[in-house]
């Protein structure tokens, strides 16, 4: 089965920097990978998605890359703001025929301090 | 306004007991979900219905069962409760089978005594 890393540490980043995820996975690319949003006592938020044919995407603050050769993702939080502090999951899709069964990481929590 | 809402958001029982969360959705999307967030934090997935149909079924307990009445509806009944069911149980939903993004309720956070 498919194992996802993403960095267990918290991400602590002043206010205006770039914060940047790692999310890693050990076999197979999938069709496409997605970031998620989780607050505390919430259920997750969807981000992004990026397509495995695509390299980067964008949404606002947000930026996404998707490197198959390395089987990494990377997240970018641009111009960071306290209300960014969350964690941040990565998803990948693990079917071939598209029933849209998710597998998550275990989530990076990032702190933004003014 | 809630698109994916769940209840009870808290439950606390005691071991051995029978017990059910509801999900609804309002967003007209074919496709429901749940997920289990241990605390460990990982959301793993345990059952998807498209149209009532299920589809995915995860390595779970035949203690849990889900039931679809309608495509707005998922909810999932757990018998014999045991301790390692402690955990928060997320209901989400996609537009339909394959679809991209999921959206998720708020939670609910099933605690085992």
């Known amino acids: 089965s498919q194992k996802i890393e993403q960095n267990s540490e918290a991400l602590n980043i002043q206010e205006g920097k770039t914060a940047t995820l790692t999310c890693n996975y050990t076999n197979y690319s999938p069709a496409y990978l997605q970031w998620y949003r989780q607050d505390p006592g919430r259920g997750p938020v969807f981000l992004l998605l990026i397509r495995e044919n695509e390299k980067e995407k964008r949404k606002e603050r947000l930026k996404v890359t998707f490197d198959t050769t390395l089987k990494q993702s990377l997240f970018h939080i641009t111009a960071s703001q306290p209300a960014d502090s969350a964690t941040y999951l990565c998803a990948l899709d693990m079917t071939t025929d598209s029933w849209g069964k998710l597998q998550f990481g275990a989530g990076t929590q990032v702190v933004v301090t003014p | 306004d809630t698109a994916v809402s769940q209840t009870p958001k808290y439950l606390v029982t005691q071991m051995g007991n029978d017990k059910s969360i509801k999900c609804e959705q309002n967003?007209?999307?074919?496709?429901m979900y749940w997920y289990k967030q241990d605390s460990k934090k990982f959301l793993k997935i345990m059952f998807s219905y498209n149209n009532k149909e299920l589809i995915i079924n995860e390595t779970v307990p035949n203690r849990f069962s889900p039931k679809s009445p309608d495509k707005a509806h998922l909810n999932l009944h757990i018998n014999s409760l045991e301790l390692g069911d402690s955990a928060v149980y997320f209901c989400?939903?996609?537009?339909?089978?394959?679809?991209?993004?999921?959206?998720f309720g708020q939670g609910t956070r099933l605690t085992v005594v």
């Open positions: 989400a939903s996609s537009p339909y089978r394959g679809s991209t993004e999921a959206f």
């Open positions: 967003l007209g999307h074919d496709t």
